[in-house]
């Protein structure tokens, strides 16, 4: 479904509690929002935004940083974050290949690419949020032992997505090809994607791929 511009919608996620724009001017200290030193997990492509908010609830000692390349997606899941008490996370309205401008080397826990854009066409797979291009990336900014979880719907993605990591020497610790059917579905928190392909019979695959 094509998204309206509305407008304003740039100044709205600005001014928003919850929002936070151009995250280079924040020289590496973005982290400091926070005002603790808990650990920091960040999700790219978080759409609408209800896995970070679930997870943030549900996870009070854990920093969460959802990042949306999308201006009108980003608008949309701010509003959706107007009416809860949720102090530890925040919405960046940003693409997610800047992770490395914006937070120091080995200082995120975790990472998690849910339902992203599967992009096709081969002439497109450097876009993929999987191709080695951002595993360099996720390589410098992860912990040692720090961890990418993948969810998708889509079987190209994910084949393609276990042999970038296995070619790029992640650990593999996890890799289910239908994740709510197995041992692994409990806590699982589901995206909007993943509820509505979930519903209409699709088998959800999941990956976990821990930095050598
Ligand atoms: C298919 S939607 C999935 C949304 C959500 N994760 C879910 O599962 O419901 C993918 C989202 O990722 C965003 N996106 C794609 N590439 C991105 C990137 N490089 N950085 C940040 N966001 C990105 C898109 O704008 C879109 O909103």
């Known amino acids: 479904m094509r998204l309206r511009y509305v407008d304003g919608q740039y100044d709205y996620v600005k001014n928003h509690p919850k929002g936070i724009v151009e995250p280079q001017d924040y020289e590496y200290s973005i982290r400091e929002k926070f005002k603790n030193d808990n ?97 360099d990336i996720y390589r410098k900014v992860l912990k040692d032992n720090g961890e990418i979880h993948m969810k998708t719907d889509n079987n190209d993605l994910f084949e393609y997505s276990v042999e970038q990591f296995e070619q790029d020497n992640w650990d593999l610790v996890l890799v289910t090809r239908d994740l709510h059917n197995s041992e692994y579905s409990e806590g699982n928190i589901m995206t909007e994607y993943e509820e509505k392909f979930s519903e209409s019979g699709k088998k959800i695959n999941k990956l976990i791929a821990r930095k050598r």
């Open 39 to 135: 650990l920091l997990h960040v999700e790219l492509g978080c759409g609408k935004g209800r896995f970070i908010r679930g997870m943030a609830a549900n996870n009070p000692g854990i920093n969460f940083l959802g990042f949306e390349k999308s201006i009108k997606v980003a608008y949309r899941c701010v509003k959706c974050c107007s009416d809860d008490n949720v102090k530890n996370y925040y919405i960046v309205y940003s693409n997610g290949d800047v992770l490395s401008e914006i937070f120091p080397e080995k200082s995120i826990e975790r990472i998690y690419l849910n339902f992203s854009d599967p992009w096709p066409k081969p002439s497109h797979y450097k876009r993929r949020l999987t191709h080695k291009g951002f595993l």
